[in-house]
């Protein structure tokens, strides 16, 4: 079910679109929402260090400044009970002639979580709201290692369309990077 909020800013009021599934709310993050993605965010570093190309040292530190700049391109979280459990970012292309893409970025879902529909539910919201931006193709890059991502990107209409070798470098590895898109 799709349910529409309003929440106030200061100078006005923005329209929010939230899924309900079954207790589990979805709703994109403002600058207000700083502490909620610094947690969510520092939690999917931790937890799954060989899925990011970021690295959870790289971030802790980050300034509460830095941290809201982050927040200047949607990122849209998943909350269960009111506590986030997982997030998806989208980073939209600027150049006039690539405008119509956009990158899926951040991409975490708690693993007592996994398998139940929020992944999905965060990614029908995520590439509405891109398609409501004039976006006609979604983008990711993934760790080739990463088999159960690789295969829910699949299901839900990703194809791969390319990698680069040793794409990742950390942890004393190197993984090829599988560069996947959906037409919108």
Request: with cysteine.
């Amino acid at each position: 079910m799709l349910e529409r909020l309003v929440q106030p800013t200061p100078r006005n009021f923005v329209e929010v679109d939230v899924s309900i599934e079954e207790g589990a709310a979805i709703r994109r993050l403002s600058v207000k929402d700083v502490d909620v993605f610094r947690r969510i965010r520092l939690e999917a570093l931790s937890h799954e260090p060989f899925s990011f190309a970021s690295v959870f040292g790289d971030w802790v530190h980050l300034s509460d400044r830095q941290w809201r700049q982050h927040l200047d391109q949607p990122v849209f979280v998943a909350f269960l009970s009111g506590q986030p459990v997982g997030m998806m970012g989208l980073r939209f292309e600027r150049a006039r002639k690539m405008a119509h893409r956009a990158k899926l970025v951040s991409v975490y879902v708690r693993k007592c979580e996994r398998g139940t529909g929020i992944a999905a539910n965060l990614l029908h919201d995520v590439a509405g709201h891109a398609r409501d931006h004039g976006v006609l193709q979604l983008e990711l890059a993934v760790n080739a290692e990463n088999s159960a991502a690789i295969h829910f990107y699949q299901r839900h209409g990703f194809v791969e369309v390319g990698r680069i070798p040793n794409g990742f470098q950390g942890h004393g590895a190197e993984s090829d990077e599988l560069i996947m898109v959906l037409r919108l």
